[in-house]
């Protein structure tokens, strides 16, 4: 029994002996592990859905989206990750601002006027007193701006980050008919796609008609409208120069249209700081090129329209008839003014001087 009681004594302490030296190389295993792992927050990716309308090859989308991801996915080390839904596969043009408010979508193309009765800043970018060239546009309403903070900080107060401001040029009117002078307005039918070009058509003595861009053509074709109001871009994707030979290019005499990039504020405030910066530089140096693209392919695409057959009404500053627009419009733009706050007005009118 005393010998059994040694041995035993023994064989607790080699059992002890044993199991200490496995706790701690099974400790020394497991914090060679925990430094080899990669941080936390590498492994809870992040995914950002982006969505875009029209068509996928126009400068907003393709110099856009893909410079973008490329960027953002980079820069965070993977931690990050874009998904792509183009071409309205997720959200249509005129849902964006909802989407984006409730979530649907956490980056969108959007046109800004869309956003016109929700944010006074937006609606000012939505008006025939906002028409900063081609030139000067990223020095009104770049990155860094007044003009771009003060949108970004009456964006934020609806749920929305400003991500980037974007130039789609001068509107453009193609037509069944020459529409030169004011006068060929009256009593004319023509599309508009919003709150500034239906006021536009009224105010010219012309009737707008709200319809969905696929329906421009047919409408055109059948003679429903006269006339369509709409972006270059979608005048020639659309192939209205089949059944329309007219287009007048307003030159900002008619306002600009503007679309951008927004996102769902409370999305990105949820990401840590550094990788809100990753996507905030992304956004504006995509934005950026992307503008540079849109200005660099609007004179081509007038060309693009003449070489279809269309006689293109450029309204030049220091002409008669740009002069003419510009009075028949007066009304609407005083109109226009009287509707914000004077301040923001005083520094819209500034920044494009």
């Not at 859905?49 to 820069?75: D, H, I, L, Y």
């Not at 997720?90 to 956003?115: C, F, H, K, Y």
Request: hydrophobic share 45%; aromatic share 6%.
């Amino acid at each position: 029994m005393k010998v059994r009681k040694q041995f035993g004594h023994v064989g607790a302490c080699v059992d002890v002996g044993l199991s200490s030296r496995r706790s701690a190389l099974a400790m020394l295993g497991a914090a060679g592990v925990v430094a080899a792992m990669p941080p936390a927050r590498a492994q809870a990716k992040v995914t950002l859905r982006v969505s875009t309308w029209g068509a996928s090859k126009a400068p907003q989308v393709s110099a856009f989206v893909g410079p973008f991801q490329s960027m953002v996915e980079k820069a965070s080390n993977g931690a990050i990750a874009i998904q792509n839904f183009p071409d309205g596969a997720l959200v249509n043009e005129r849902a964006v601002p909802s989407a984006i408010q409730s979530d649907v979508v956490d980056i969108s193309l959007t046109t800004m006027g869309s956003w016109a009765s929700i944010a006074p800043e937006a609606g000012v970018l939505n008006t025939v007193f906002f028409k900063p060239t081609a030139g000067n546009f990223e020095k009104v309403i770049g990155p860094g701006t007044a003009l771009f903070n003060r949108l970004d900080t009456g964006m934020s107060k609806h749920g929305v980050k400003m991500l980037c401001v974007l130039y789609n040029g001068p509107v453009v009117l193609v037509s069944r008919q020459p529409f030169t002078t004011p006068q060929s307005f009256k009593g004319k039918t023509v599309r508009v796609f919003d709150k500034l070009t239906a006021s536009i058509v009224q105010t010219l003595g012309g009737a707008p008609s709200t319809i969905e861009v696929a329906d421009v053509y047919p409408a055109l074709e059948r003679g429903t409208v006269e006339g369509a109001i709409g972006g270059l871009e979608g005048a020639i994707g659309l192939k209205e120069y089949e059944v329309a030979k007219n287009a007048l290019a307003t030159n900002g005499v008619f306002g600009l249209l503007i679309t951008g990039y927004v996102m769902n504020a409370a999305k990105y405030n949820a990401l840590p700081p550094d990788l809100q910066k990753v996507v905030i530089d992304a956004a504006y140096k995509a934005g950026t090129q992307a503008n540079a693209a849109m200005v660099a392919a609007y004179a081509g695409e007038l060309d693009e329209m003449r070489q279809h057959g269309v006689t293109v009404t450029v309204l030049e500053p220091g002409t008669a008839v740009y002069q003419a627009f510009t009075q028949a419009l007066g009304p609407l733009a005083k109109t226009q003014e009287a509707a914000f706050d004077p301040q923001l007005v005083a520094q819209v009118i500034a920044a494009q001087k």
